[in-house]
């Protein structure tokens, strides 16, 4: 099987850990650089997170460490949903391993020049770091393949009312990617809300071996959702999208992001249809089948040791 290869950016949080768990273990993906964003908390914390996760699944895939702050605007984080480490409700061992000497946009161009093929950006978090790529190294777009993502909504917001976290954070960033050019898949906090594990499934993983346990221990700090109603893994959704696209239905169509609005700036403004006239930019999911995405979330978490 080929491989597909990846460079994952991530604001390091709980719903981030899992997707980075399946975004190792999954046997189509061929994970060559964890890169840090500032987002649910501090890029310190989100950095440390990274390089503890390696360390817990003794990985070899590289950190560097990104944007401290969004391009524009103060950063406001998600400490309440993920706990003040990011990553709460797991005593990780503390690691010695360290970052890349250099930044996470500098890494990012280096490995892209590096791969003999085109490589995916799979981008969980603010798109602070993209952005900034894209603005200091714009002939790398020939290397990139397509950005998957987590973010926006073609509904309601968790930031705001109308606009995502990822989105929210770093409005300046997303609309610069969206503009981009570049072949987007997103998936929308208003699909990613349905993408829940259930509580029998949650309530077993402690059974699933040590990262099961792991995965327990951070769940049980995690508020989106809850254990006992079912937990929503927005971030998970995005490796979904690029391993089993058929779990989701996608729509072609423009997206811009508001940064200008008072009240809703962050606002993915999906035209579904096509009520602007403009050529669309990106894929949008749109319907996710729940099933189908469970039987995926327990068969590739089943694969971390
Ligand atoms: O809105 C959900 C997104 O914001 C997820 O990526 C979560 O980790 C937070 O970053
Ligand atoms: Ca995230």
């Known amino acids: 099987m080929t491989r597909i290869p990846i460079i994952l950016d991530t604001d390091l949080g709980i719903d981030d850990a899992v997707a980075i768990a ?3 273990h999954a046997p189509e993906l061929d994970l060559r650089l964890i890169t840090t964003v500032a987002g649910n908390v501090s890029i310190d914390k989100t950095t440390r997170n990274a390089l503890q996760l390696m360390d817990f699944w003794n990985a070899s895939v590289p950190v560097a460490r990104g944007a401290a702050t969004p391009l524009v605007r103060p950063l406001r984080d998600a400490a309440s949903v993920h706990g003040e480490s990011g990553m709460a409700g797991y005593s990780f061992e503390q690691t010695r391993r360290t970052v890349l000497n250099k930044p996470a946009v500098e890494a990012m161009h280096e490995c892209l020049n590096a791969s003999a093929e085109p490589v ?9 770091n993209i952005a900034l790529l894209l603005t200091q190294y714009p002939e790398c777009k020939s290397k990139i393949s397509r950005i998957v993502l987590m973010g926006g909504s073609a509904g309601r917001g968790n930031f705001t009312p109308y606009a995502e976290f990822n989105m929210g954070v770093d409005p300046e960033a997303a609309a610069r990617v969206f503009e981009s050019g570049l072949q987007i898949q997103m998936c929308g906090l208003d699909v990613t809300n349905n993408a829940v594990l259930t509580p029998e499934y949650l309530a077993a993983l402690p059974t699933h071996g040590r990262s099961g346990k792991m995965l327990h221990g951070i ?5 989106s959702g809850s254990m006992t109603t079912g937990l929503r893994m927005h971030d998970l959704c995005a490796i979904a999208a690029l391993v089993r696209p058929a779990l989701f239905e996608w729509h072609s169509c423009f997206v811009a992001v508001e940064t200008q609005g008072r009240w809703t700036s962050g606002a993915t403004v999906v035209d579904i249809d096509n009520k602007f006239g403009q050529p669309a930019n990106a894929q949008v ?9 469970r039987d995926w979330a327990s068969q590739v978490l089943a694969l971390a040791p």
């Open 22 to 24: 399946a975004a190792l």
């Open 120 to 128: 995916t950006l799979v981008a969980i978090g603010p798109l602070t």
């Open 219 to 223: 769940f049980s700090h995690y508020r």
């Open 285 to 293: 999911a749109l319907d996710i089948d729940i099933a189908g995405f």
